[in-house]
């Protein structure tokens, strides 16, 4: 009977603690999202950040996806990951094979090579970078955008495909080689579908890194009508200062697509940081 | 059989190619440029080690130094120690855990500037949640967080530690997953308690794992930006310049394209200290 009375005062401690540490996590979103909903003459009268103000301030939200351009940015950043992250994928995974299942020299060499770009700050490439956009009139272009991001993101690609085509039977290859497929062929139709758990897991994760990327972006695109979603916070907040509850109610509106991705693919998230492990 | 020996090549030719464009060659392009003095491009000028010797002089490049280092420390230990502690919570068996581990990883999937701006409000000295918080508790303060040198840099970090433990706690749970309970059982049968058996056994087979959450920390923090940029901008009064940050306003504002330079190479410097281990410790392992 102790034992158990034990257990019990264990269990609910264990949910004293959880709660009171979630109750903190999310008052950042709370405090975002009771600033949102009052309009700015709320402020002006002196509403505290807890009450409630008479009327909601919901075309705060409207505002912010159509003059606020939050809705354009939103697009844009669509297009950039949807190029960029798929394209990422297939060049890293053809990588990745030559690495793991070919007769490639100095494997390890070439591999270790790759990598260096997971560490390397992305400050080391910003003044070329410029420079040479600038020549080739690559600023405020998605393609400009896109091969950089592709250039920063192989290294982590190569590492999670590494990992995984590794892993997979030696023999498949084999079979595939003694029933006449040349190299390609094992690749596209053998190799790569069976990649798709870790496809996904990139997927997800890879196109949240890039929907949030800040510095590249900003130091590429300058024009309104191009901007992603974290340069174009950036502008909005310089734009409206003083607006509190616009201000909030475009913040909020950004967090929210990725909040949905996130609850949509969340296994991925766990899946592939857990297996970054092995 | 000629296809046997090109086709290796071949795979790796898209992704070297994008890689020696965008990593690989700007590296050697910035050695070069952070010998030279200017403004941009046309007017720059060879000056050798100037901007390196300008640096050791420059109080506020060992300012944004100090605090790039005092981001590490605190990063390594404060992150990596709060993310460990909340991976044990939620490695235990009890209803709710998926809710909880999905709950404590959330903002780590929001952008580094939503993050920042989402804590202005937090830190508001008129209509943000602390000073609000205290007024309704009755007390009557206001302290102005980020925009009091003293306070600063420790408010930015606070802002930053509610997105960044997410990813480590997920390794972390990862890692002790990976631990079978027979040995731990086999600890408390030879009379090891709780915090022996996490201490003696649990961390001692999690090397990996912390080898893999301190690395991808330190990268992290050495070239912290976006939470700088998004919060404070480096103020008040460079109180939370940090070197990518410092970096950026020389080349971006000030137009010292060679001196802002020759500051990511000392950045990239600051990493081989990262860097050179872990490529070994990857290089044995394959």
């Keep these: ?278 | 059989m000629k296809e046997n020996k090109t086709a290796p090549y071949l795979f790796m030719l898209p992704a070297l190619i994008i890689y020696l464009s965008v990593i690989i060659f700007p590296v050697f392009y910035s050695l070069w440029i952070s010998f030279q003095s200017g403004t941009g491009i046309g007017s720059m000028e060879f000056v050798g080690m100037k901007n390196y010797t300008q640096l050791i002089h420059d109080e506020v490049f060992w300012m944004s130094f100090k605090h790039t280092i005092i981001w590490i420390v605190l990063t390594v230990f404060v992150t990596t120690t709060v993310s460990l502690m909340l991976a044990v919570l939620m490695n235990q068996k009890f209803r709710g855990r998926t809710f909880f581990r999905a709950f404590f990883y959330f903002p780590s999937v929001i952008s580094a500037i939503a993050v920042a701006i989402i804590w202005r409000w937090i830190y508001n000295p008129q209509i943000g949640f602390i000073n609000q918080f205290a007024q309704m508790l009755g007390l009557d303060f206001t302290q102005t967080w980020i925009s009091t040198p003293n306070t600063a840099l420790i408010a930015l970090f606070i802002a930053a530690l509610w997105q960044a433990i997410g990813q480590p706690m997920i390794l972390f749970l990862a890692g002790l997953g990976g631990i079978s309970p027979d040995v731990l059982e086999a600890a408390s049968i030879d009379g090891a308690n709780g915090v022996q058996t996490f201490f003696h056994i649990t961390i001692p087979l999690m090397k990996d794992t912390f080898i893999m959450v301190i690395s991808t920390l330190l990268i992290a923090a050495m070239k912290v930006y976006d939470i700088v940029k998004g919060l404070t901008d480096g103020g008040p009064n460079n109180a939370t310049q940090v070197l990518a940050s410092y970096m950026y306003n020389q080349v971006f504002q000030y137009n010292n394209v060679g001196y802002g330079t020759a500051i990511a190479i000392i950045m990239v410097l600051m990493m081989l200290i990262v860097i050179i281990p872990y490529m070994s410790f990857t290089a044995k392992k394959e």
């Design chain 1, 1 to 278: 009977m102790e034992g158990k009375a034990k257990k019990n005062a264990k269990s609910a401690l264990r949910y004293l603690v959880l709660i009171i540490l979630a109750l903190l996590w999310i008052v950042p979103i709370v405090t975002l999202f009771l600033t949102a909903i009052k309009a700015k003459s709320d402020f002006i009268s002196g509403l505290g950040l807890f009450e409630m103000p008479e009327r909601l301030a919901w075309e705060n939200f409207t505002n912010a996806m159509t003059q606020g351009r939050l809705f354009l940015y939103m697009k844009n950043d669509l297009i950039i990951c949807l190029l960029k992250v798929p394209l990422g994928i297939f060049i890293s995974s053809m990588a990745a094979f030559a690495l793991t299942r070919t007769k490639l020299k100095h494997a390890t060499a070439w591999f270790v090579f790759l990598l260096l770009g997971m560490m390397l700050p992305m400050q080391i490439a910003l003044v070329p970078i410029s420079i040479i956009y600038n020549k080739l009139g690559l600023i405020n272009t998605y393609f400009g955008l896109f091969y950089i991001y592709i250039g920063f993101g192989v290294s982590f690609m190569i590492l999670i495909m590494h990992g995984f085509m590794k892993g997979i039977d030696f023999a498949i290859d084999e079979a595939a080689y003694i029933d006449g497929a040349n190299k390609w062929q094992n690749f596209f139709h053998i190799i790569l579908p069976i990649c798709k758990p870790a496809i996904a897991t990139l997927f997800i994760t890879d196109f949240l890194s890039t929907w949030n990327e800040y510095l590249l972006a900003s130091v590429i695109i300058n024009d309104n009508k191009l901007k992603t979603v974290p340069v174009g916070l950036m502008t909005f907040v310089g734009e409206h200062g003083t607006d509190y509850g616009y201000l909030c109610a475009g913040v909020l509106i950004s967090v929210i697509p990725v909040m949905a991705v996130y609850l949509i693919f969340q296994r991925y998230f766990v899946e592939g940081m857990a297996g970054a492990v092995k």
